[in-house]
């Protein structure tokens, strides 16, 4: 005898995502903290975007990349919070099988995109700092979109095996997805068949990717921490690296957090479900809080814009 999660079927119609195991008796009370992050990112990232288009000032290389990192910051928080909101406080628990993979093409290709903008990023404080003079010359603003679309196009192209290596796996055993939202490992573990060609993917574009990207974060660091020991004053070189702190902030807060979730989802065995389910929706959800309050805080001409209206009335 079979019930309606255990019927034998090869493409479910829909997933039952379940939210956070073990912890469903506090899901309403779980959703106040996540919603709370959530609505500080939305804030947080539209503040940035319209301060950069208000004010001709922040027209430059360093803030189109922020605006680009704001954007993919809400597209990735509201990949995810919208549902399980709805999860937390209507039961409401199933997903159309398509609109699970959307969702987790969504995911992937954007955290491969952001992490991209990362290393823009740094490459604009590269130049910056490096070669100062020609700066207005090598990211001019056709460049800066001409980096903008490679690194769509790189995230859109490396993902797009994902969604058409889930769906063509047969799923037979059950439709339930211990989760709050459709994530890749989580998805094609409910397979009855072999899953290694999803996974060796999986993992050969997560090490291309990060490995790349990480790779030339580093690389463009040490550059500039070098042209920052030759410059000829202490306080010359505090000043001018203040320039990166915002940068290395936000570095910290998307990579780490993405490490341990990765760890944890791949060989923290011994670790909680309800655990590796929250450090998987912390990864997704507390940069895009972090980013513009980062920014906000570091950036005198963001914080300046943005205290604007109330000096004004001050006086």
Request: proline share 6%; with cysteine.
């Amino acid at each position: 005898m079979s019930d309606s999660n255990s019927t034998d079927f090869i493409s479910p119609s829909t997933f039952i995502l379940l939210g956070i195991p073990g912890l469903e008796a506090a899901h309403v009370w779980i959703s106040i903290p996540f919603c709370t992050i959530y609505a500080i990112a939305l804030l947080g990232n539209f503040t940035i975007l319209f301060i950069v288009k208000t004010e001709p000032s922040l027209h430059v290389p360093m803030y189109y990349f922020l605006c680009m990192l704001a954007f993919t910051d809400v597209v990735l928080s509201t990949s995810i919070l919208p549902k399980m909101l709805i999860i937390f406080w209507f039961y409401s628990r199933e997903i159309n099988f398509s609109a699970c993979l959307t969702q987790m093409y969504f995911i992937l290709s954007f955290s491969a995109i952001q992490s991209g903008i990362l290393v823009a990023m740094a490459f604009d404080r590269y130049v910056a700092i490096c070669d100062p003079l020609r700066h207005s010359t090598i990211l001019t603003s056709p460049v800066v979109a001409k980096i903008g679309l490679i690194l769509v196009l790189r995230g859109a192209i490396l993902v797009l095996p994902y969604p058409f290596l889930a769906r063509r796996l047969p799923y037979c055993r059950t439709n339930i997805i211990p989760h709050t939202y459709c994530e890749h490992i989580a998805v094609v573990k409910l397979a009855c068949a072999d899953i290694s060609v999803s996974s060796y993917y999986s993992l050969s574009v997560v090490f291309l990717v990060i490995g790349m990207d990480v790779s030339f974060i580093v690389v463009s660091y040490t550059q500039i921490l070098r042209a920052i020991f030759r410059l000829p004053t202490k306080e010359i070189r505090l000043k001018t690296f203040g320039t990166c702190g915002s940068h290395l902030c936000v570095i910290l807060a998307f990579y780490i957090p993405h490490l341990f979730s990765a760890l944890a989802q791949r060989f923290g065995h011994n670790v909680a479900l309800h655990l590796r389910v929250l450090m998987a929706n912390m990864y997704l959800l507390v940069p895009p809080m972090l980013n513009p309050i980062i920014y906000g805080v570091r950036t005198q001409k963001i914080r300046d814009r943005l205290l604007q209206p109330f000096t004004h009335k001050g006086t």
